[in-house]
């Protein structure tokens, strides 16, 4: 008799690890940043008026269109695009020093987005200022492109 058993919980932990534990496997982020909470675009829109707002992208997309009220702080990403990702390769000393500079009160809610769910600039700027001492994190993990597909304002060119 033939042992079906191991063959089938190795599939079941490698589909696990392909769809959980590497997101980048698909190109995608986590759905969730470990003390951050994750928001969609109309909880951003709604809290717009209370909380700061940061666009991790860089210049050229920000200046093309970007959220009402968004401040630009790049996070200048060379790390891999994946969770296991070396915060060392990334410039996180210049990304929180304008951080601390705009937003000193790490207190106060921040939402951090970048493009959507493929790009990473957002998660590690949340981690990063969740490892810095900010204490109320929010990551827009669907970013412009689920802001853009719910049609609501943008500014920029």
């Known amino acids: 008799m033939r042992n079906s058993a191991k063959p089938a919980a ?18 995608e982020v986590p759905p969730a940043l470990p003390g951050a909470t994750v928001v969609a675009a109309a909880q951003v829109r709604a809290m717009a008026d209370d909380a700061r707002i940061v666009d991790t992208r860089i210049l050229h997309d ?19 695009r994946a969770l296991d990702f070396d915060p060392a390769q990334d410039d996180i000393p210049a990304f929180l020093a304008r951080l601390h500079k705009f937003f000193p009160d790490k207190q106060r809610s921040v ?4 493009n959507g769910v493929s790009c990473w600039k957002s998660y590690k ?25 719910q049609r609501f304002e943008t500014v920029g060119e």
């Not at 920000?62 to 891999?80: D, F, M, T, V």
């Open 111 to 114: 939402v951090f987005y970048c």
């Open 125 to 149: 700027g949340a981690r990063a200022a969740l490892q810095d001492g900010y204490r109320r994190a929010f990551w827009f993990r669907g970013g412009m492109a689920e802001w853009q597909a």
């Open 10 to 27: 190795t599939l079941v932990f490698c589909f696990s690890v392909l769809t959980c534990g590497m997101c980048s496997a698909n190109g």
């Open 62 to 80: 920000y200046l093309a269109g970007h959220l009402p009220a968004a401040l630009h702080i790049q996070y200048k990403e060379r790390s891999a």
